[in-house]
């Protein structure tokens, strides 16, 4: 069965670095998404991408983030210049439709 | 805005038991879908069940149901004969139709006792 996966699983970083999550969405899917949850949480949307261009993005998807379809496989999400509270579990979507389906997330943690 | 409210932060159920999440939002959409996922300890999002707010029937996945109340705005999900790896946050999600974004409620940590 397809799914979204998503690399690194886990990555540590120092405040003021830049770092790149990836995802590899379902293969026939139109529609990518990035979520976060800090821990304990609830789930927050980011952004969703469709047809090579930001879709909708919420107020925490400031100029600090930005996202990118390189190739016809991959999308990251790029953090430019990590802040302590950016440490959270970053989840990658993708949805052909209406469901959407989670990969397994990336641990961020910023020190 | 839309929001979605998850009252209950924790709940427990015997194994084999039936125990029922509860889940209620606000919006102004006439159509629209919500789902319920589970997240156990691994931190992964899985899908439990989907409803689309057109069909008055309730849908249902195996031991997993629904019970759909569109003018109460209240989506619970019903689980039985509880097993041990149901054990997880549910997280209860609305999703309008334009711009697919996903609203997800809080959480509720369910803990199946054996």
């Known amino acids: 069965e397809p799914e979204v996966t998503q690399t690194p699983s886990h990555q540590v970083t120092q405040m003021g670095q830049e770092v790149i999550l990836r995802c590899v969405p379902i293969s026939n899917h139109l529609y990518f998404y990035w979520y976060r949850q800090i821990l304990g949480q609830k789930v927050e949307f980011l952004v969703s991408f469709y047809n090579n261009e930001i879709s909708e993005k919420s107020e925490i998807f400031d100029d600090q983030f930005s996202v990118e379809r390189p190739d016809g496989s991959n999308f990251t999400l790029k953090i430019r210049s990590t802040k302590l509270e950016d440490s959270a579990m970053y989840f990658c979507a993708s949805s052909g439709r209406e469901t959407q389906y989670f990969g397994p997330g990336t641990r961020l943690l910023v020190l | 805005a839309q929001t979605v409210t998850q009252s209950q932060p924790e709940m427990s159920v015997q194994e084999a038991e039936t125990v029922t999440l509860s889940c209620t939002y606000d919006t102004s959409e006439n159509n629209y879908y919500l789902f319920w996922y589970k997240q156990p300890p691994s931190r992964q999002m899985i899908l439990v069940i989907r409803?689309?707010?057109?069909?008055?029937q309730n849908a249902t996945e195996n031991r997993f149901s629904v019970n759909f109340q569109k003018a109460a705005k209240s989506f619970s999900l019903k689980i039985s004969d509880s097993q041990l790896g149901d054990t997880a946050m549910y997280f209860c999600a609305f999703m309008k139709l334009v711009g697919n974004q996903f609203y997800f409620g809080t959480g509720t940590s369910l803990t199946v006792i054996p």
């Open positions: 409803q689309e707010a057109y069909k008055q």
